[in-house]
C-alpha cells in the first residue's frame, strides 16, 4: 500500500512539474537568436523542381516551415506549360493564393477544365480536406499555397 501511494505521489508530480514533452504551439515560429523577422525576397527566391511525386512542369521554394512536418508551413510553386494536377486530395485544408498568371480549380472526380472556377492575381481560395479536386496553370503562373503540415497530395487511382 505504501508504495502505491509512493508511485501515485511522484506520478502527480510529475504532472504539476510538467515533466511532459512541450513543444512550440502550431504556427509559432523559432527565430534564431537576435532574429525578430523572416524575411523572403521574391528576386532571391532559389526554385527547385517539385518532388517526384508531382506531375511534371513545375518548380517550387519553401518559404517557411516544412512541408512535412506537423506545422505551419508556406510554399510556393512556379509552373511551366500546360500545367495539369490530376484529381487528387489532400488530408487538411489547403490554402491558396494565386500571385500571378491563372489558375483554374475544378472539384469531382471526373471535373474538366470547362467545369473550373479560374483565378488570377490576388486572389485567394481555401480548398477544404478530403475533397476531389483538379487544378491547371497557365505558363508562368505562381501560386502560394499556406497549410498545416505535413501536406499531401493523394491522387485519385482509377
Not at 504532472?15 to 512550440?24: E, N, R, V, Y
Amino acid at each position: 500500500m505504501k508504495n502505491q501511494i509512493n508511485l501515485s505521489i511522484v506520478f502527480i508530480l510529475m504532472i504539476m512539474l510538467g515533466c511532459t514533452q512541450k513543444s512550440a504551439p502550431v504556427g509559432e515560429m523559432k527565430f534564431p537568436d537576435g532574429s525578430v523577422q523572416h524575411v523572403v525576397i521574391a528576386k532571391d527566391i532559389k526554385w527547385k523542381p517539385c518532388p517526384p511525386n508531382l506531375p511534371e512542369g513545375c518548380e517550387m521554394t519553401v518559404l517557411e516551415g516544412n512541408p512535412k512536418s506537423k506545422d505551419l508551413f508556406s510554399v510556393r510553386f512556379k509552373t511551366s506549360g500546360g500545367f495539369k494536377m490530376p484529381p487528387h486530395t489532400h488530408p487538411k485544408d489547403e490554402r491558396v493564393t494565386i500571385l500571378k498568371g491563372k489558375a483554374y480549380v475544378a472539384f469531382g472526380e471526373e471535373a474538366t477544365m470547362k467545369d473550373a472556377k479560374e483565378f488570377g492575381p490576388g486572389d485567394y481560395y481555401v480548398n477544404a480536406r478530403n475533397e476531389i479536386h483538379t487544378v491547371w496553370a497557365d505558363d508562368g503562373t505562381i501560386i502560394q499555397i499556406t497549410g498545416i503540415g505535413p501536406w499531401e497530395a493523394n491522387f485519385i487511382s482509377k
